[in-house]
């Protein structure tokens, strides 16, 4: 009997939040014995050192999302996939058009990962109109929407005039049942380094939304006996720019960036506390991924996400965007706090990748 086959369509698998969680759902559908196929723009990316070798990996060819249209539409003719998974606007908007062309091969569903009514306007230059227009003319065609935040849903029901029944809120799977052992205090200095008594971590690419700039000047404010590292993880095209203002700020030995790493959780494990600086999210996966950790969390009250996760600040410190003084004062109360890193723990849990995997085959109708 042949097995359902679902194919998630992203533009590659770079190491970004989204299509890290895609990676997770897809390792677990397949250990389920579905049949899972990726299918991308262009066969790169950090993430494929994550994925099961049970997945096959499709590569359409093109670099701008426009040129998908044909070879999606001409891939879908021949796979016949059960299920479509397509995310990450304009790329959804593509593929209902190819969907579309191929005669309607399977079901449909679309997922938005942002808040798009900023995040496109900000990163991609993108016209509020076209982007009403676009969502409103291809949208209502598929089988089901999918937002990753309740924020991100009332974002997209202003944007695509849908009711509220016609987006489901999934969270992000970002919860992977990672190991919690400590490490060995030898490994924690090879991280960190020594002379530090207090490990801030950050996580996220070096771009506009992350601003991890303001995240540097609250350090720069810490009370100089607290003896802090703060380690942010992530590449990007600010790097530059992030690095002159440590210079500036006289903090070359106590922030460090040192890139993209494929697993972060080593740095989760040993670090004091977690601050997310952002000034917009979709979600938030890092919030989850230290809190799995136990790792206490401050975070920008931004849209949208973090105080869904943190439930308005019962798991973490929410502060305001942009706020470095407060940033700043929020991070040293914590590092002089207790907490109760088990109920950390607990909370994750409501993210785990079992749990949302599940709620994604009940939505899509087949379990």
């Given at each position: 009997?042949?097995?359902?086959?679902?194919?998630?369509?992203?533009?590659?698998?770079?190491?970004?939040?989204?299509?890290?969680?895609?990676?997770?759902?897809?390792?677990?559908?397949?250990?389920?014995?579905?049949s899972v196929?990726?299918v991308l723009?262009?066969?790169?990316?950090?993430?494929?050192?994550?994925?099961?070798?049970?997945?096959?990996?499709?590569?359409?060819?093109?670099?701008?999302?426009?040129?998908?249209?044909?070879?999606?539409?001409?891939?879908?003719?021949?796979?016949?996939?059960?299920?479509?998974?397509?995310?990450?606007?304009?790329?959804?908007?593509?593929?209902?058009?190819?969907?579309?062309?191929?005669?309607?091969?399977?079901?449909?569903?679309?997922?938005?990962?942002?808040?798009?009514?900023?995040?496109?306007?900000?990163?991609?230059?993108?016209?509020?109109?076209?982007?009403?227009?676009?969502?409103?003319?291809?949208?209502?065609?598929?089988?089901?929407?999918?937002?990753?935040?309740?924020?991100?849903?009332?974002?997209?029901?202003?944007?695509?005039?849908?009711?509220?029944?016609?987006?489901?809120?999934?969270?992000?799977?970002?919860?992977?049942?990672?190991?919690?052992?400590?490490?060995?205090r030898e490994?924690?200095?090879?991280?960190?380094?020594?002379?530090?008594?207090?490990?801030?971590?950050?996580?996220?690419?070096?771009?506009?939304?992350?601003?991890?700039?303001?995240?540097?000047?609250?350090?720069?404010?810490?009370?100089?006996?607290?003896?802090?590292?703060?380690?942010?993880?992530?590449?990007?095209?600010?790097?530059?720019?992030?690095?002159?203002?440590?210079?500036?700020?006289?903090?070359?030995?106590?922030?460090?960036?040192?890139?993209?790493?494929?697993?972060?959780?080593?740095?989760?494990?040993?670090?004091?506390?977690?601050?997310?600086?952002?000034?917009?999210?979709?979600?938030?996966?890092?919030?989850?991924?230290?809190?799995?950790?136990?790792?206490?969390?401050?975070?920008?009250?931004?849209?949208?996400?973090?105080?869904?996760?943190?439930?308005?600040?019962?798991?973490?410190?929410?502060?305001?965007?942009?706020?470095?003084?407060?940033?700043?004062?929020?991070?040293?109360?914590?590092?002089?706090?207790?907490?109760?890193?088990?109920?950390?723990?607990?909370?994750?849990?409501?993210?785990?990748?079992?749990?949302?995997?599940?709620?994604?085959?009940?939505?899509?109708?087949?379990?």
């Open positions: 009997m042949k097995k359902l086959l679902i194919s998630i369509i992203l533009p590659t698998l770079q190491g970004g939040g989204a299509e890290r969680l895609h990676v997770y759902l897809a390792n677990n559908w397949a250990m389920q014995e579905y196929e990726f723009m262009r066969k790169y990316g950090e993430l494929f050192t994550l994925l099961s070798e049970d997945i096959n990996v499709i590569e359409l060819g093109v670099d701008r999302i426009r040129q998908a249209i044909s070879p999606l539409r001409a891939y879908l003719k021949q796979s016949k996939p059960d299920i479509i998974l397509s995310a990450m606007w304009p790329l959804t908007s593509a593929t209902v058009i190819s969907w579309l062309l191929s005669g309607k091969q399977g079901q449909l569903f679309l997922s938005d990962h942002n808040y798009l009514s900023v995040s496109c306007i900000k990163t991609l230059n993108v016209s509020p109109l076209f982007l009403k227009f676009l969502m409103r003319v291809t949208y209502p065609f598929a089988n089901g929407i999918i937002a990753v935040s309740q924020g991100v849903k009332e974002d997209l029901c202003r944007l695509g005039k849908f009711s509220d029944n016609e987006v489901e809120v999934i969270y992000n799977p970002a919860a992977t049942g990672a190991s919690l052992y400590c490490e060995e490994t924690r200095e090879n991280i960190w380094g020594k002379g530090f008594k207090h490990h801030i971590l950050s996580v996220g690419s070096l771009k506009r939304q992350k601003d991890h700039a303001t995240l540097i000047r609250a350090f720069a404010q810490l009370s100089g006996g607290l003896k802090v590292k703060l380690t942010i993880l992530g590449e990007g095209p600010l790097r530059g720019e992030l690095e002159t203002l440590v210079n500036q700020l006289g903090l070359e030995e106590q922030v460090v960036m040192p890139g993209f790493i494929t697993d972060p959780k080593p740095w989760f494990r040993t670090a004091d506390i977690f601050v997310l600086s952002s000034q917009w999210e979709g979600f938030g996966n890092v919030l989850v991924e230290a809190l799995e950790c136990g790792v206490p969390v401050v975070s920008t009250d931004c849209t949208s996400g973090p105080s869904e996760i943190l439930d308005n600040g019962l798991f973490g410190k929410l502060v305001p965007v942009g706020d470095v003084a407060m940033l700043a004062q929020t991070i040293e109360e914590s590092l002089l706090e207790s907490h109760d890193h088990d109920a950390l723990i607990r909370r994750s849990k409501d993210f785990s990748v079992d749990r949302i995997s599940t709620q994604y085959l009940n939505f899509f109708g087949i379990f």
